[in-house]
């Protein structure tokens, strides 16, 4: 028998017996508690848990590297020379108005004029069309250092007023000083409503009115997913300062297109949003005469304001961008698959070729420094 050791006052001492039972001091028998082992039942079979699934493991070979380079290069270049081809036949007027709309007698004092409320801002231009503009012909007016995706402009409104009545009075707090006229809420509240672009285009040729057509002209998931066919403008731009556009009051929030399109922030200082489009073609030559409502104050931050006339193509609008990235990849792509093959030609190295080992390099066999 060995006798334990003693731990502390209140510790009992066993004696351990070799038939692996242990004796306390009243001579009772206690049986030691066999240790715990792990199951040895092997988990079940998977061909996961085996690492059994097919894999690919592609060899990459100069072969294989030239060809790739070849077939990207041989689909981008033809995407790149359409996309050039589609940009240079948009046909695109742009016309700045900003300055060009200001009285002489109010040079001087442009923002005391676009403040005014009695006084007549209307201003008439004419453009030339210089080719053929196929129907239809969207109208876009473009604003510079505008920054839309300024982060407190940009939270200002209330995304649950816009899309429910029952939630007009809801995420008040974010709209800031737009807020309320009164104990009643501005619907829609906030900066990005009370902004809203509110010049107006009226386009003529030969004395003949072209009709600009604004329905359809904002995201269909805007207006079904955003603002609420029962929600209607309720003390719209009625505070002391009025801001830009006011909205027809019996018209719902989801039909008021100009106003869906104002309300998607732009990401860049720099922008074009959707006015309407003219459903006629017009003739080269052909000269436009505009009337332009000039209300908007882009002269208080120092911005300009540009009415653009414009076709599209398959690849959009006018932009030489997307083709000249597909033509520069598909280029390099090309000229890469050429200096490969050249090389693989004229110094051409197997695939498995001991010769290059170092040991077989050097007739000495390993250098050793």
Not at 10 to 27: I, K, P
Not at 347 to 367: C, E, F, H, Q
Request: contains cysteine; aromatic residues 12%; hydrophobic residues 35%.
């Amino acid at each position: 028998m060995a006798m334990s050791p003693l731990l502390d006052d209140d510790t009992t001492l066993f004696d351990v017996n070799l038939d692996g039972t242990s004796t306390s001091e009243d001579g009772g028998y206690e049986p030691i508690p066999a240790p715990k082992t792990k199951s040895k039942k092997p988990p079940p079979y998977s061909r996961f848990t085996q690492q059994e699934l097919p894999a690919c493991k592609p060899i990459i070979t100069p072969k294989l590297v030239i060809a790739s380079f070849t077939f990207i290069a041989i689909i981008f270049v033809p995407i790149g020379i359409a996309a050039l081809s589609a940009s240079n036949k948009v046909v695109e007027i742009e016309e700045r108005y900003d300055r060009e709309c200001i009285p002489p007698i109010y040079s001087d004092h442009i923002l005391q004029y676009i403040q005014s409320v009695g006084t007549d801002k209307t201003c008439t231009r004419r453009l030339t069309v210089p080719k053929h503009m196929k129907s239809p012909v969207f109208i876009y007016y473009q604003l510079t250092d505008f920054y839309q995706n300024y982060r407190i402009y940009k939270s200002s409104r209330s995304n649950l007023q816009l899309k429910s009545k029952a939630d007009e009075g809801s995420e008040l707090k974010n709209c800031g000083s737009v807020q309320t006229v009164g104990d009643e809420p501005i619907v829609p509240c906030g900066l990005v409503a009370w902004s809203m672009f509110n010049d107006t285009y009226s386009f003529s040729v030969k004395d003949k009115a072209l009709i600009v057509n604004k329905m359809n002209i904002a995201w269909e998931s805007d207006k079904k997913g955003r603002f609420g066919s029962d929600v209607y403008p309720k003390n719209f731009q009625a505070g002391g300062v009025i801001g830009g556009a006011k909205l027809n009051s019996s018209i719902p929030l989801s039909e008021q297109d100009d106003l869906i399109v104002w309300m998607r922030p732009a990401p860049l200082r720099n922008f074009r949003k959707l006015y309407g489009r003219i459903d006629v073609d017009l003739e080269a030559n052909e000269e436009i005469k505009v009337e332009i409502k000039n209300n908007y104050n882009s002269y208080g931050y120092g911005g300009e304001k540009l009415l653009v006339l414009s076709t599209t193509s398959a690849f959009g609008g006018k932009s030489k961008f997307l083709g000249i990235a597909y033509l520069t990849i598909g280029g390099f792509c090309f000229l890469f698959a050429i200096v490969f093959a050249i090389i693989h030609c004229f110094k051409r190295r197997d695939i498995g070729d001991t010769a290059y080992l170092s040991w077989n390099r050097s007739p000495v066999g390993y250098y050793i420094k």
